[in-house]
């Protein structure tokens, strides 16, 4: 019988709610026990898939094609398991099967209410993930306690606990201990009044998680478990570390793995972190460092390229190195020309995206990187415009470009394929999620993958334009990846250049701390070298 805890937020928002969840995740499976983790966000759009990125971040595909939260890319790193459509909730998802429902006649002319159906609804969502293998399963609720959005989140999870049974069932809240400097003291007033606004709605926290740059001594500790009504051993500290790997580690040494186990009643082996540890010495421990662009739209935004700057920092730390991630915007790249804005970088790489504005500027990146000999990695649009540049410079096809960007372009090499449509599951017109591709022998994709046929994870629309294949491949571009049928072109990289590859599929999703992903290690790999680094393999524990 699957355990249930639930991971709330109180106080302020951004407070690492979903790192939380990761680690609690992490460290259950340490000791032998079967997870999933979960997120249920109380915004009323659909899922992630048409947000901003200025407002969301990253949407995280999953191996199902599910669009979903950034903090679903948190649990699959943390954890090693991947995550499906039914680990992202959202209220908008909720209400939309309610009210499809109601419009079916399926609760008979009956009203419809907040209580029960939705709160019905969000329990039946928290049980869609319980398989007879899963242990525990670990649901972070969106927002802070005390707002509007997430009273019924909260409502239903009253209602669960009594309906799965109290030892069943773990509540955690993440709350702020804020230190006032002037006063020298921290201030655990908040935490209890976050409590309180718990307490109204009936939920009674059994562990709290506080976030605090000061630590927390054993008086304050007392203080927080006398208020709060939790044992004092459940009083986790929660302090800024340098990185967030360090975090799981940092509960462990509070024994918060435990105190969960004792209060659920689970029987789990011990604790083995080996791995992990291993994995934030070397990241302290690092004697090299490589300077990479990511060329982009939202170069101010980190966590609209946040799987990318994991997986390439999981490549660094294979390496026994430190990345320094330099954010540069493709627009920049037109203004001031990619001669002047790219000097003295170690690599290059050029992410997805969508729309026109920004790829007069990558395009010009990836010039650059082809023509000096720079490390490239193309993802997605990122690989649309390495074919775009091919064809204009190396093919002489002047006004060679996407139908995305201009639908009358004379040389359309990207484009959307209508017979495509016939055979794959596009998903509202995109093709989402794990599809196959076969590599070539010989290639360097073939030597970073060590195998024939890999799965990868996809988020797009438009593709390479076959009726070009042969003209490209006689130009020297290597069709190094392509679906199994031989349809679709999924890698392409370039002979003469030392290591210049470009994917139609988003590799970062499938980045892990202790398993990089092997296309950002081989760039990492090339780009140390090039820059006059030993990179003699150094793997990690598995």
Same mark, same amino acid.
């Given at each position: 019988?699957?355990?249930?805890?639930?991971?709330?937020?109180?106080?302020?928002?951004?407070?690492?709610?979903?790192?939380?969840?990761?680690?609690?995740?992490?460290?259950?499976?340490?000791?032998?026990?079967?997870?999933?983790?979960?997120?249920?966000?109380? !915004?009323?759009?659909?899922?992630? @898939?048409?947000?901003?990125? !200025?407002?969301?971040?990253?949407?995280?595909?999953?191996?199902?094609? /599910?669009?979903?939260?950034?903090?679903?890319?948190?649990?699959?790193?943390f954890?090693?398991?991947?995550?499906?459509? &039914?680990?992202?909730?959202?209220?908008?998802?909720?209400?939309?099967?309610?009210?499809?429902?109601?419009?079916?006649?399926?609760?008979?002319?009956?009203?419809v209410?907040?209580?029960?159906?939705?709160?019905?609804?969000?329990?039946?969502s928290?049980?869609?993930?319980?398989?007879?293998?899963?242990?525990?399963?670990?649901?972070?609720?969106?927002?802070?306690?005390?707002?509007?959005?997430?009273?019924?989140?909260?409502?239903?999870?009253?209602?669960?606990?009594?309906?799965?049974?109290?030892? &069943?069932?773990?509540?955690?809240?993440v709350?702020?201990?804020?230190?006032?400097?002037?006063?020298?003291?921290?201030?655990?007033?908040?935490?209890?009044?976050?409590?309180?606004?718990?307490?109204?709605? @009936?939920?009674?926290?059994?562990?709290?998680?506080?976030?605090?740059?000061?630590?927390?001594?054993?008086?304050?500790r007392?203080?927080?478990?006398?208020?709060?009504?939790?044992?004092?051993?459940?009083?986790?500290?929660?302090?800024?570390?340098?990185?967030?790997?360090?975090?799981?580690?940092? !509960?462990?040494?509070?024994?918060?793995?435990?105190?969960?186990?004792?209060?659920l @009643?689970?029987?789990?082996?011990?604790?083995?972190?080996?791995?992990?540890?291993?994995?934030?010495?070397?990241?302290?421990?690092?004697?090299?460092?490589?300077?990479?662009?990511?060329?982009?739209?939202?170069?101010?935004?980190?966590?609209?390229?946040?799987?990318?700057?994991?997986?390439?920092?999981?490549?660094?730390?294979?390496?026994?190195?430190?990345?320094?991630?330099?954010?540069?915007?493709?627009?920049?790249?037109?203004?001031?020309? /990619?001669?002047?804005?790219?000097? &003295?970088?170690?690599?290059?790489?050029?992410? @997805?995206? +969508?729309?026109s504005?920004?790829?007069?500027?990558?395009? /010009?990146?990836?010039?650059?990187?082809?023509?000096n000999?720079v490390?490239?990695?193309?993802?997605?649009?990122?690989m649309?415009? /390495?074919?775009?540049e091919f064809?204009?410079?190396?093919?002489k096809?002047?006004?060679?470009?996407?139908?995305?960007?201009?639908?009358?372009?004379?040389?359309?090499?990207?484009?959307?394929?209508?017979?495509?449509?016939?055979?794959?599951?596009l998903?509202?017109?995109?093709?989402?999620?794990?599809?196959?591709?076969?590599?070539?022998?010989?290639?360097?994709?073939?030597?970073?993958?060590?195998?024939?046929?890999?799965?990868?994870?996809?988020?797009?629309?438009?593709? +390479?334009?076959?009726?070009?294949?042969?003209?490209?491949?006689?130009?020297?571009?290597?069709?190094s990846?392509?679906?199994?049928?031989?349809?679709?072109?999924?890698m392409?990289?370039?002979?003469?250049?030392?290591? +210049?590859?470009?994917?139609? +599929?988003?590799?970062?999703?499938?980045?892990?701390?202790?398993?990089?992903?092997?296309?950002?290690?081989?760039?990492?790999?090339?780009?140390?070298?090039?820059?006059?680094?030993?990179?003699?393999?150094?793997r990690?524990?598995?």
């Amino acid at each position: 019988m699957a355990k249930f805890i639930f991971v709330t937020g109180g106080v302020v928002s951004s407070l690492g709610k979903g790192i939380a969840a990761s680690s609690i995740g992490l460290l259950l499976k340490s000791r032998g026990l079967h997870v999933v983790n979960q997120k249920f966000d109380p !915004y009323l759009n659909v899922d992630p @898939g048409t947000m901003n990125p !200025y407002q969301h971040g990253e949407v995280f595909v999953t191996d199902d094609g /599910a669009e979903t939260d950034l903090d679903l890319g948190h649990y699959e790193r943390f954890t090693g398991i991947n995550t499906s459509r &039914n680990c992202n909730y959202t209220s908008g998802q909720i209400y939309d099967t309610i009210i499809k429902k109601e419009r079916r006649g399926d609760y008979l002319g009956g009203t419809v209410q907040v209580v029960p159906h939705v709160t019905t609804e969000i329990c039946n969502s928290i049980r869609s993930v319980v398989t007879p293998q899963i242990d525990v399963v670990i649901s972070e609720i969106g927002g802070t306690v005390g707002d509007i959005e997430s009273l019924p989140y909260l409502e239903a999870l009253r209602q669960f606990r009594i309906q799965e049974g109290r030892n &069943n069932v773990l509540f955690i809240h993440v709350t702020l201990i804020p230190y006032l400097h002037k006063a020298g003291e921290v201030k655990t007033k908040p935490t209890q009044h976050s409590v309180g606004r718990l307490r109204e709605i @009936g939920i009674i926290p059994d562990i709290l998680i506080c976030r605090t740059e000061k630590h927390l001594d054993k008086d304050v500790r007392k203080k927080i478990s006398l208020f709060c009504n939790v044992d004092e051993e459940a009083v986790i500290e929660s302090m800024d570390m340098p990185n967030i790997y360090e975090v799981p580690l940092d !509960y462990a040494a509070q024994e918060l793995d435990s105190v969960i186990i004792d209060v659920l @009643g689970l029987r789990a082996s011990r604790r083995n972190l080996k791995p992990w540890r291993e994995y934030a010495e070397r990241v302290l421990n690092a004697d090299k460092e490589v300077k990479i662009a990511i060329v982009g739209k939202y170069s101010e935004l980190p966590d609209a390229y946040k799987s990318i700057h994991e997986a390439l920092n999981h490549a660094a730390v294979f390496h026994n190195a430190r990345v320094n991630i330099i954010s540069i915007s493709a627009e920049e790249i037109e203004k001031s020309g /990619a001669e002047t804005v790219l000097k &003295n970088i170690g690599a290059i790489l050029v992410p @997805g995206g +969508f729309g026109s504005r920004g790829t007069e500027g990558k395009i /010009a990146a990836i010039q650059f990187a082809r023509e000096n000999d720079v490390p490239f990695l193309g993802i997605c649009l990122g690989m649309h415009m /390495a074919v775009i540049e091919f064809a204009r410079n190396v093919l002489k096809l002047a006004d060679a470009n996407s139908t995305e960007i201009n639908p009358k372009t004379s040389h359309p090499v990207i484009h959307l394929m209508e017979e495509q449509k016939k055979v794959l599951n596009l998903g509202a017109s995109m093709r989402l999620g794990a599809y196959p591709c076969a590599l070539k022998k010989g290639t360097l994709a073939y030597k970073g993958y060590a195998k024939e046929i890999i799965s990868e994870r996809h988020r797009h629309r438009y593709e +390479f334009n076959n009726d070009y294949r042969d003209c490209f491949e006689k130009g020297g571009m290597i069709i190094s990846g392509q679906s199994p049928d031989g349809i679709l072109v999924e890698m392409i990289e370039l002979q003469d250049h030392p290591w +210049f590859i470009a994917s139609q +599929f988003h590799p970062e999703f499938k980045s892990r701390p202790i398993d990089p992903h092997p296309l950002f290690r081989d760039f990492l790999g090339i780009s140390l070298k090039l820059n006059g680094y030993d990179t003699k393999e150094s793997r990690l524990t598995k």
